[in-house]
């Protein structure tokens, strides 16, 4: 709501050129995307955008299905298809690193192997850069799935409320969010990943705000994954996302303190992670207050006691074909704050691990029941 209200009366404005072609380099990392890897590069193939200054880098992490034997096949096709086979499965983000270093373009633009861009989504990023100011443009990501899903309705809320609050905080200042699958950089801010345990998309966030540049949210620049994932694989992936933000922060603490974007960074991030722990604290506080006599607090235990089974119905009905939206949501949102709190855990104990675990992947367009006014932005 404050976002909201000070992006209201004090928007601030951005030159933007429509006619402004930089050249650009998509960098596309993968580990056994056979799945899905031939659609995405179509996708990017099919981008409206002069080819003579489009160059796709394409890094194979380890491979062991028919990746690299895509890649290859698409690379000979397509000249400006640059591919890289690594034998040895490192990480992402050490991939990443390989990636950009061949690069030779103004503009890196990331992309996921399990997504599709839309045609016009290149010149909807560019089209910010001929103003000095901008360092990086934040795209915007629709998922299309199975709308009898629990997962999928819980998610496409969170992301329509993201969405939202990305653009509003980038019409102020800069917005600290970006969904990793689809963000450009200028090339001359892009800094090496110091470490396979990092983030990528949000050390890219801490780096164009710490260079005093700002970092807009296009809802033009469209990319669509086909949604496939369960309440598990959401609650692995928000677990590991956590500590690989945490670790990136630990690099540039100031950023919290000393930036014009701390102010967004504390609520955007730090205390949307730390939930599942204020909520423990909140329930924990009132259970021994009222037992150490503080009767009035009665009604809050019983407030307390009635969510708890709300949460505990949305768990039950969840997976149903007719799940219940209020119980099912509020499960969602105690779920996933769980797997930001082992994060947590996890990043204060060095406990995780720099993995490349990939979650479901949706192989064929027509299994997936959306449609084009349906999609949900991120």
């Keep these: 709501m404050l976002v909201s209200f000070l992006a209201t009366i004090r928007p601030r404005k951005w030159m933007v050129d429509e006619t402004y072609r930089p050249t650009v380099s998509i960098i596309l990392p993968a580990f056994n995307e056979e799945r899905v890897i031939r659609r995405c590069l179509q996708s990017l193939i099919g981008l409206n955008y002069p080819p003579e200054k489009i160059e796709i880098l394409c890094g194979s ?20 298809i640059r591919t890289f086979f690594f034998p040895v499965q490192r990480g992402k983000m050490l991939t990443l690193n390989d990636l950009v270093a061949h690069a030779r373009h103004e503009i890196l633009l990331f992309i996921d192997a399990d997504v599709t861009l839309n045609p016009h989504a290149i010149l909807n990023h560019v089209r910010h850069y001929a103003d000095p100011s901008v360092g990086g443009v934040a795209g915007s990501l629709q998922i299309a799935g199975d709308r009898n899903s629990g997962a999928f309705k819980s998610e496409s809320t969170f992301l329509l409320i993201e969405s939202n609050l990305r653009k509003k905080e980038a019409e102020i200042y800069s917005t600290v969010g970006l969904y990793g699958g689809n963000y450009s950089v200028r090339r001359t801010l892009w800094k090496p990943l110091p470490s396979a345990r990092v983030s990528d998309d949000f050390f890219a966030v801490l780096t164009i705000i710490g260079s005093g540049l700002r970092l807009l949210y296009e ?60 909520m423990l604290g909140l329930i924990a506080g009132t259970i021994v207050s009222y037992w150490n006599g503080q009767s009035w607090l009665f009604p809050f235990l019983v407030a307390e006691a009635a969510g708890a089974g709300l949460v505990l119905l949305g768990a039950i009905t969840s997976r149903s074909r007719y799940p219940l939206p209020v119980a099912t949501g509020m499960f969602w949102f105690i779920f996933m704050n769980l797997a930001f709190s082992v994060g947590i855990i996890e990043f204060i104990f060095a406990r995780q691990r720099p993995r490349w675990v990939q979650t479901t992947r949706v192989a064929q367009p027509s299994s997936i029941a959306a449609t084009p006014p349906e999609a949900i932005h991120s």
């Design 61 to 80: 992490d380890g491979s062991t299905d028919r990746t690299n034997d895509i890649l290859k096949e698409m690379s000979h096709e397509y000249p400006f």
């Design 219 to 278: 809802e033009g620049a469209v990319s669509t994954e086909l949604y496939g994932r369960s309440y598990v694989d959401e609650f692995s992936r928000k677990r590991r996302w956590v500590p690989e933000c945490l670790a990136a922060l630990r690099i540039v603490p100031g950023l919290l303190l000393h930036s014009p974007a701390a102010w967004m960074l504390w609520p955007h991030k730090i205390l949307r992670w730390s939930t599942g722990f204020l």
